[in-house]
């Protein structure tokens, strides 16, 4: 694809890495000025001027009512589960980043997983029923890769035991179901705004709540669950997001929507050129979805000439960086291994895309001379 280049601008363009993702940053000069407001005001955290503009501005834009921010994803999970209580048993999906399963365990909850669809890679609905137990309390389903899990039969079978419904909504940043938030289901909905995702604030999180109530809550919880300068009621925990974090986010969300339209076009045309790629198979649009493109990951088929680990080493040679998102599997970890529900005969189609998944590199500033060199590896084999 890139014979037309120069030898020497093609040899440069091979040399460079090109990794699965990079932050999207802003002018460095546009910062300048919240960081002297920062000085000149000399708050730094505990819930200062740039932290309640960035939950209000955050609540506008996403089209929630309620949101509360966090220092990052991972505490906004553990401070969820507090928030509502949740104990005994919750039926989650092996096939996320440890942090879903991670949050379960420092809350002293045993997960329970359930398989995966095999289209979406969510979990499917279907698997649920059957895993509950009398010492379930919770769901805790992921929107992997932003796609949207089937937040209706979810909440069918939650409502019929009486379950709390908790989305791991880390990759669902500005995505919409039905020309709304996908964030609006469940009991609560958790963000991360880490450094690799598609909104970030360097390191942060949110949990977005049903309402006001709830809000105060998990704002108690994340301040070591003190009320005022006398009283305390929770076992809280610090994870305020910081005033420097809050005002990177606002001056983020200035450029978000030109970083989602760029993350499209890049999608789309990796969808374009590698469509006819014998066993390579992208994951399919979802309907009545507006997608933000967060990861673009492809399964490597018995047909395609190599093997998913043999193309991974491929690509390393050629100095670009993708990743098996999601492998090993959350349930293949040591202190998971051990659970009833973690064996891979329980886990067949999550045990099989773990083996077949790379996520290729997708990020605003992506060339398309570096997608058509990411392309060429994947079709000179």
Same mark, same amino acid.
């Not at 649920?128 to 979810?154: K, M, N, R, S, W």
């Not at 910081?242 to 200035?254: D, P, T, Y």
């Not at 891979?344 to 058509?372: E, G, K, W, Y």
């Given at each position: 694809?890139?014979?037309?280049? @120069? *030898? ?44 309640? %503009? ?16 966090? =220092? ?11 928030? #509502? ?39 499917? @609905? ?14 805790? @389903? ?46 609560? =909905? ?68 030109? +970083?989602?339209?760029?993350? %499209? ?25 507006? =997608?933000?493109?967060?990861?673009? @990951? ?6 395609? &000439?190599?093997?998913?680990? +043999? #193309? ?11 990743? %098996?998102?999601?492998?090993? #599997? ?10 009833? /529900?973690?064996?891979? *005969? ?13 996520? #290729?590199?997708?990020? &605003? ?7 058509? %060199?990411?392309?060429?590896?994947? /079709?000179?084999?």
């Amino acid at each position: 694809m890139n014979a037309s280049l @120069p *030898a020497e601008a093609l040899s440069a363009l091979t040399q460079e890495t090109i990794y699965v993702t990079q932050p999207h940053l802003p002018p460095l000069d546009d910062f300048v000025p919240y960081l002297r407001e920062i000085w000149d005001r000399k708050i730094l955290t505990n819930g200062g001027p740039f932290h309640q %503009r960035l939950e209000k501005a955050l609540e506008e834009y996403l089209g929630v009512d309620h949101l509360a921010l966090l =220092s990052n994803g991972t505490l906004a999970l553990v401070t969820a589960l507090q928030a #509502l209580r949740i104990t005994g048993e919750v039926i989650t999906t092996p096939y996320s980043f440890v942090a879903t399963g991670h949050s379960l365990l420092w809350n002293g909850i045993k997960p329970v997983f359930v398989d995966v669809d095999p289209v979406t890679l969510n979990m499917d @609905p279907a698997k649920i029923e059957a895993a509950i137990t009398p010492q379930t309390t919770a769901i805790l @389903p992921v929107h992997c890769y932003g796609y949207p899990c089937d937040t209706d039969a979810i909440q069918k079978i939650a409502d019929n035991y009486n379950l709390k419904v908790i989305y791991d909504a880390a990759h669902a940043f500005g995505v919409k179901t039905g020309g709304k938030s996908v964030l609006r289901h469940g009991d609560l =909905s958790v963000l991360s705004f880490h450094a690799t995702k598609v909104f970030n604030t360097f390191e942060g999180g949110a949990i977005i709540c049903p309402d006001a109530k709830t809000k105060q809550r998990v704002d108690h919880l994340k301040n070591f669950g003190i009320v005022d300068e006398t009283t305390v009621v929770a076992p809280g925990i610090n994870g305020k997001m910081s005033e420097i974090n809050a005002a990177f986010g606002l001056l983020q969300l200035e450029h978000i929507d030109e +970083a989602l339209a760029r993350r %499209r076009d890049i999608s789309a045309r990796y969808c374009e050129l590698l469509g006819n790629v014998q066993g390579i198979h992208c994951l399919p649009a979802c309907e009545d979805t507006v =997608s933000n493109h967060a990861y673009f @990951p492809i399964l490597v088929g018995d047909k395609y &000439p190599l093997s998913r680990d +043999a #193309l991974y080493e491929r690509f390393r040679e050629h100095n670009v960086i993708v990743r %098996r998102y999601f492998y090993p #599997l959350i349930s293949d970890f040591p202190m998971y291994r051990g659970l009833p /529900t973690a064996h891979r *005969a329980n886990l067949p189609i999550a045990s099989d895309a773990a083996q077949r998944v790379l996520c #290729l590199p997708i990020f &605003p500033t992506l060339s398309d001379a570096q997608m058509d %060199r990411i392309v060429d590896i994947i /079709t000179s084999c």
